[in-house]
């Protein structure tokens, strides 16, 4: 029994790639890491692959660029390796005779600058996120599934880890986690850093929940004193909303920095969210909107996954056609827990609303490039600039998504009476057994046979419609179906005032419709077919003087003031490379932001949708 046991599990091994890795991050600081690796190999020709394309990235942003230094040994002798003529993520190797391994070595060049997601800025003097991808090779064409890896990590002393990893050991400089798939491993970052600390959400009879932080201070991870209490409410709501875990604990890992790219990506038990160092103290409705988004991606991203985007070996290209779900219904849902577990107010939801509704309204891109486009063309459009962006479109699968989601919210309403609506939808698509990580594919005919089971309708035709067809004005649907309309007045929006100071802008996105960089006015967009752009303005261009004055925002909202119900027009002097010209601006309507407000002949039924469920 003994022995038949025994050779079951030498089978087992046999099968599986092992790979054993060891990254120093010892360097950290320098933005240097080295990692050594090892795994079985035989006589003849290998190929080593790095990983290309990376999940929750919807793109080949793997940073082989950055991948230096690359030796690799075979019967302790160094061998030659050749880099695929056509795929430059593909090293070719010849393994000699007798040799039943290989070892590698290699270094990681985490940049500095303006990259972005896990290729962006990831270490600092104090931190560093260190995302497997980076630092491994493997055979491709094997599904990750099926490798086994098991790693370790030396960091500087005085340094502390933090990861979804299961950890076999640790001591003061050095973490050995427990063996895992290839799929976990690139799917599990890992905190390091001096100041890093654990805060356990209180989560009631769900899995384990806990926010890491790691900051560049000690004064950046000081959380409020509500703060576990405030996020064990979005734990509830999503519980509450899917109707079952599909993890075995959960790590939100969160970067607090300003010298890190910001951004989350999703994984299934951790997500990496990285924001501004003092983010606990100024930008708490973001990260409540932030660490919603990728708390949702749990279900609806990595237990839930359009087909087109697995891509088992890390070399297979994704296809974004169902970003719109992927991206799109987490961005709503994100939005709405955020709102119902109370990290957002009802006001901040609908100020968000408005600005999502008001500016794709008046977006002149939605003439020629329909939504479906923006998804499809992902991998373009994520690192399309801000210049020109209303006309060129973006990334609007993920806000736009926000407007059909509420619109198909109200439409299970009507067809059903108010006796479903889209939370029916979502623990139908997203619910079922708690446990394990596990992941089932989907295509757009299962979601239309999902959302049909829930309320009748032809979702296929409505979608498509959304979808595929272009039309000047937004989806707002939802938001007048709801018992609300789109206003404009001289109030700032809430949400605006938020992003004008995180990013550093003046939005005149209403108005003149165009915004500023803060630090030198030079104009980020000009949206064609308002004022500022009908005046000759575009993107690249600096405003130096407002009325004859240099400018600053006092003296250009002291203009607008001024040309407010008269027609002499707003005189800009804008600088354009070498050259100088004054523009003259037709606007006569003073400072405009929108807002929702309510229909009162109808009944409040977006207050309906946002109604906590605990
Ligand atoms: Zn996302």
């Not at 509450?240 to 951004?263: E, Q």
């Not at 309204?361 to 962006?389: C, E, K, M, N, Y």
């Not at 757009?444 to 004005?473: C, G, K, M, Q, S």
């Not at 308002?530 to 004055?549: D, S, W, Y």
Request: glycine share 8%.
């Amino acid at each position: 029994m003994l022995k038949r046991l025994l050779f079951v599990l030498l089978l087992t091994l046999s099968l599986h790639a092992q790979i054993h890795i060891t990254v120093d991050a010892t360097d950290a600081p320098r933005k240097l890491f080295r990692a050594h690796l090892q795994m079985p190999a035989s006589a003849g020709p290998m190929r080593l692959a790095y990983a290309k394309w990376i999940p929750g990235e919807h793109g080949p942003t793997g940073p082989i660029t950055d991948l230096v230094d690359l030796r690799v040994m075979a019967n302790g002798q160094r061998i030659e390796w050749r880099r695929d003529p056509v795929d430059m993520f593909v090293f070719n190797i010849d393994v000699p005779k007798g040799a039943t391994s290989i070892e590698v070595d290699l270094s990681y060049l985490s940049p500095t600058g303006e990259r972005a997601f896990t290729a962006g800025p990831s270490a600092t003097a104090n931190l560093a996120v260190i995302a497997w991808n980076t630092l491994l090779l493997f055979p491709p064409g094997k599904p990750a599934d099926d490798v086994t890896v098991t790693g370790s990590i030396k960091f500087p002393e005085g340094w502390t880890t933090a990861s979804a990893l299961i950890p076999n050991s640790e001591t003061a400089t050095q973490i050995d986690y427990k063996p895992a798939s290839l799929t976990t491993y690139i799917d599990s970052p890992v905190l390091i850093g001096r100041y890093l600390k654990k805060v356990a959400i209180p989560s009631g009879t769900a899995p384990q929940h806990r926010i890491d932080i790691v900051g560049d201070s000690a004064a950046a991870i000081e959380t409020w004193p509500s703060f576990a209490q405030d996020y064990s409410r979005l734990v509830a709501e999503a519980g509450a909303l899917f109707g079952a875990y599909h993890f075995r604990k959960y790590d939100w890992l969160l970067t607090l920095s300003d010298d890190v790219a910001h951004f989350g990506l999703e994984h299934h038990e951790s997500s990496d969210n990285r924001m501004e160092e003092l983010t606990l103290q100024d930008y708490r409705r973001q990260l409540g909107g932030l660490l919603s988004h990728e708390y949702v991606h749990s279900w609806n991203g990595k237990y839930r996954r359009p087909a087109g985007l697995l891509s088992p070996d890390y070399q297979k290209p994704m296809e974004g056609n169902l970003l719109w779900v992927y991206e799109g219904l987490t961005q709503y849902l994100g939005t709405l827990l955020a709102e119902r577990s109370g990290l957002w107010t009802d006001h901040w939801y609908r100020e968000n609303l408005a600005v999502v509704a008001a500016g794709f309204d008046q977006q002149p891109g939605r003439t020629w490039r329909p939504l479906a486009d923006t998804a499809v063309g992902a991998q373009i459009t994520f690192g399309s600039p801000t210049a020109w962006s209303s006309l060129r479109r973006g990334t609007d699968f993920y806000d736009e998504a926000i407007l059909l989601w509420l619109e198909a919210d109200s439409i299970i309403r009507q067809k059903t009476n108010g006796r479903a609506s889209l939370d029916d939808f979502i623990r139908r698509f997203h619910g079922g057994e708690s446990g394990f990580p596990a992941l089932k594919p989907y295509t757009f005919d299962d979601l239309v046979a999902n959302l049909n089971a829930i309320a009748p309708y032809d979702w296929r035709a409505h979608f498509n419609e959304r979808l595929n067809a272009t039309n000047p004005r937004a989806p707002v649907a939802g938001i007048t179906n709801g018992g609300w309309k789109i206003v404009f007045n001289d109030t700032p929006n809430d949400v605006t005032a938020a992003n004008e100071k995180r990013r550093e802008i003046y939005d005149y996105t209403f108005s003149l419709g165009f915004s500023l960089r803060k630090d030198d006015a030079t104009i980020r967009d000009a949206i064609l077919g308002l004022p500022a752009a009908n005046a000759g303005l575009g993107p690249g261009m600096k405003v130096i003087a407002v009325n004859g004055r240099r400018f600053t925002r006092e003296a250009l909202d002291a203009a607008i003031a001024e040309a407010r119900d008269t027609t002499a027009p707003i005189e800009i002097l804008a600088q354009n490379g070498d050259f100088f010209r004054s523009y003259a601006i037709d606007y006569h309507r003073g400072v405009r932001y929108p807002h929702l407000q309510r229909e009162e002949s109808k009944p409040d039924v977006l207050a309906e949708v946002l109604k906590a469920r605990r």
